[in-house]
């Protein structure tokens, strides 16, 4: 089975552009998350969904910050413009109302310059 | 609000000993779920073992297990006969039984398990 899948692996962009960031969760899981990681924050939610509706995306920083999941098996996290502030590795995970734990994808590190 | 402190930024283990990694929480709550996760230099988070808050008997997964306390409100992580593999960040993290599906995360233990 695989896991959750995220893309790219690495990104690294210019102040000001558009990023946008992929994942697909583990077939079956109605839960999906996206997560940032940073050295002085640790890890924070940012939004999360069951069965594709967003229910809580109070983490979400600023409106600059978009989360979409158009159905079971794809979401993508936008940041428009990006910052130098946005650098972070970016995790999205998803879980089964089953099994509680969080299962994630390798992340996305982030580096806007 | 839930939080989860683990107060121990860096810990050290020689090869085969023990160590045990700290971690208290705050929650209002009764019926919750603890984690702990490792992130090895990879970055990829991994589950390593879950409790129940509900279960007295702490859980184990073959060299890892817990102490759960839960008036005290602690959470620790034993790993035995460490393995140089078991060089990670360590999290321990938070979520309620129902309602709100937001796990929360403490900061972290690095642990280095020296040859």
């Known amino acids: 089975d695989a896991g959750v899948i995220q893309s790219p692996r690495h990104e690294v962009t210019e102040m000001g552009q558009e990023v946008t960031l992929r994942c697909k969760p583990i077939s079956g899981h109605d839960y999906l998350f996206w997560y940032r990681q940073t050295m002085m924050r640790g890890l924070e939610l940012l939004i999360y969904?069951?069965?594709?509706?967003?229910?809580?995306d109070s983490g979400m920083p600023e409106d600059r910050f978009s989360a979409k999941m158009p159905n079971a098996s794809f979401s993508t996290l936008k940041i428009q413009p990006s910052e130098p502030r946005d650098s972070a590795v970016y995790f999205c995970?998803?879980?089964?109302?089953?099994?509680?734990?969080?299962?994630f994808g390798n992340g996305t590190r982030l580096t806007v310059t | 609000a839930q939080t989860v402190t683990q107060s121990q930024p860096e810990m050290s283990v020689q090869e085969a000993e023990t160590v045990t990694l700290s971690c208290t929480y705050d929650t209002s709550e009764s019926n919750y779920y603890l984690f702990w996760y490792k992130q090895p230099p990879s970055r990829q988070m991994i589950l390593v073992i879950r409790?129940?808050?509900?279960?007295?008997q702490n859980a184990t997964e073959n060299r890892f297990s817990v102490n759960f306390q839960k008036a005290a409100k602690s959470f620790s992580l034993k790993i035995s006969d460490s393995q140089l593999g078991d060089t990670a960040m360590y999290f321990c993290a938070l979520k309620y039984q129902g309602g709100s599906e937001k796990l929360v995360f403490g900061k972290g233990t690095k642990l280095t398990v020296n040859p």
């Open positions: 409790q129940e808050a509900y279960k007295q």
């Open positions: 969904f069951n069965n594709n509706v967003p229910i809580d």
């Open positions: 995970a998803s879980s089964s109302a089953v099994d509680r734990g969080l299962h």
